[in-house]
């Protein structure tokens, strides 16, 4: 059964992952769809650094977090969560997974900024 009143915890990984970039990483996140350009490069630093997907989980699930949110302000979408997944229900009636894209990002064969733009792009017609 998919929820919508979950939100609080990946509304709370997104504004951990800022707090984290800020103080840890000096990179401003502002929720803008243009900031996932940054949260797509630093997934992509932290990849080739080798470690394995189970030790940056956490991580990643936090910048899926944080593009989800963005999807979330940029289309007036919301979060619903189903079997322990989040993934953002835009306007349309589409359903979109930040959190397994962020962990494709980190295989190398996903974008948050794409996914991002495809969803907003989608959401307006």
Request: proline share 2%; charged share 25%.
């Given at each position: 059964m998919i929820r919508p009143e979950a939100?609080?915890?990946p509304v709370r990984w997104a504004a951990d992952v800022v707090t984290?970039?800020?103080e840890g990483a000096r990179?401003?996140?502002?929720?803008?769809?243009?900031?996932?350009?940054?949260v797509d490069r630093t997934i992509e630093e932290i990849r080739r650094?080798?470690?394995?997907?189970?030790?940056?989980?956490?991580?990643?699930?936090g910048f899926g977090a944080y593009a989800?949110?963005?999807l979330v302000r940029l289309t007036g979408g919301e979060w619903w969560t189903?079997?322990?997944?989040?993934r953002v229900r835009t306007p349309d009636g589409r359903v979109w997974d930040p959190v397994e894209e962020a962990r494709r990002c980190y295989?190398?064969?996903g974008s948050l900024r794409?996914?991002?733009r495809d969803a907003a792009r989608l959401a307006e017609n």
């Open positions: 939100a609080a915890r984290a970039m800020r990179l401003r996140l502002d929720y803008s769809a243009r900031s996932l350009w940054q650094q080798g470690a394995p997907l189970a030790a940056v989980e956490t991580a990643l699930r989800g949110e963005v189903g079997d322990g997944d989040h295989r190398g064969d794409l996914l991002c």
